[in-house]
């Protein structure tokens, strides 16, 4: 950094603490190990929102920010500028007109919030060898304090039979996650950063990273995640090594799979297809979420129904009148293309598939083909490819505080920065290899 800057933003120990509050405050939060015996969503919601929280994230954020704007790269953070602006401004049109605005508005604050953070973490090590540590340091921190639940705290870590909305998940193990298959996901990004930590900093540390998350992973019972590890692993590789895959495999693949698991849900030749591979045609009663979660984007196809301004309203779970379906009681609608078409209509899915995954998809070709099996670039590819595909089961687009939406972006804009890497460089960068 230049003379110029603030001297403490300058200062190592600062920019790491600044890594790991960040860090784990996403994946950890203030609020660990719920009692799911006794809140409901929309109170787990509430204690998650509550003044503490808010007022950390507001003083993480202000810091990042603070960091982003005097940092000589500041050009390259929250690209591309004109279509963030673009698609900002439709969410918060939609918002503003929608049944609930408060809420919306609050989401595209939040979301605006989280996307400047996921850009200014990458900023903060100076190196690839510090942010591996660092990066290594803050998982294996995670890890202990989900080990030491299972361990210490079971009924707070492992779900039990006597909980109010999902006691057929007893028996697996969510650490200080409040759901297991928030956890799985967890455990398969755990797994993605061993990885990068084994190549780029300590082969040891990373197997036992790795080893410890596998195991977690395997005793969550989330099965989309044990599957979509390997499936990403390899399909990364594929992406990396063939060039004329990378184009059918981010948009037919991504659109494959969601006209499968969708269509199996509305479609009836669909869904006997699915039957026929031997998978649940209704993956895990989603099926029921989709097809009234359609029905609505049919009512506002274009504007759609406003940023958090549809899922666990008491209008909606109390007031459902002839609505014979669970689904009203909802979380979200399980499918992140889904849930943004829902919130801010076809006109929001068209910006959010520009942004997600066109604009890295064209980041990365425009990665210099030495650097593209460096454990950097391996490590966001290997992230963003996971988030698209498990964005066909999972919903967390904009989702201001969902740690797979922050390391969603992570990736993307760690894709940009590899793009733009000659504009960095460092003495402690490690020698490339072509070993998927």
Request: a neutral charge; hydrophobic letters at 55%.
């Amino acid at each position: 950094m230049n003379s110029a800057n603030p001297v403490f933003l300058e200062n190592t120990v600062f920019r790491t603490l600044l890594f790991w509050a960040l860090f784990l405050f996403m994946w950890i939060s203030i609020n660990p190990f719920v009692d799911l015996t006794g809140d409901l969503p929309t109170e787990i919601a509430e204690n998650n929102s509550n003044k503490l929280n808010q007022l950390i994230a507001l003083t993480l954020s202000g810091l990042m920010i603070l960091f982003g704007v005097t940092h000589p790269l500041r050009s390259l953070l929250v690209q591309p500028r004109v279509l963030i602006t673009i698609f900002t401004g439709w969410f918060f049109f939609t918002s503003l007109i929608s049944e609930y605005p408060i809420d919306g508005i609050k989401g595209v604050i939040l979301s605006t919030l989280m996307m400047m953070n996921a850009a200014v973490f990458l900023l903060l090590p100076q190196s690839e060898l510090q942010f591996a540590k660092w990066l290594g340091v803050g998982i294996f921190i995670v890890l202990f304090v989900s080990y030491f639940g299972i361990i210490f705290i079971p009924t707070l870590s492992i779900h039990q039979a006597s909980e109010l909305l999902e006691p057929m998940n007893a028996g697996f193990w969510r650490g200080h996650f409040p759901h297991k298959n928030t956890a799985a996901t967890a455990m398969t990004f755990a797994c993605f950063f061993a990885l990068f930590v084994s190549r780029v900093w300590s082969k040891t540390f990373g197997l036992l990273l790795f080893l410890m998350s596998a195991v977690f992973l395997f005793n969550t019972g989330g099965k989309t995640a044990s599957m979509l590890l390997p499936f990403s692993l390899l399909i990364a590789c594929i992406f990396e090594k063939i060039r004329f895959s990378r184009t059918p495999i981010i948009l037919f693949g991504v659109a494959a799979f969601n006209f499968l698991v969708i269509g199996a849900a509305v479609i009836r030749p669909v869904r006997e297809l699915v039957v026929s591979m031997g998978i649940d045609a209704t993956f895990t009663n989603r099926a029921d979420i989709w097809r009234f979660a359609i029905d609505k984007i049919v009512e506002s196809p274009i504007t759609g129904q406003g940023l958090r301004a549809f899922w666990q309203k008491d209008d909606l779970v109390f007031g459902g009148g002839d609505l014979e379906t669970w689904a009203v009681a909802a979380a979200n609608g399980h499918n992140s293309f889904i849930d943004i078409t829902l919130a801010t209509g076809l006109v929001g899915l068209v910006f959010a598939v520009l942004w997600i995954l066109i604009w890295p998809l064209h980041s990365y070709s425009k990665i210099p083909d030495s650097q593209k099996s460096t454990p950097l670039t391996r490590l966001y590819l290997r992230i963003w490819l996971f988030t698209m595909f498990t964005a066909g089961l999972e919903t967390f687009f904009f989702e201001g505080g969902n740690p797979s939406w922050f390391m969603c972006m992570v990736a993307m804009f760690g894709l940009y920065f590899q793009a733009n890497a000659h504009m960095v460089s460092s003495s402690e960068s490690v020698n490339s290899t072509s070993e998927c």
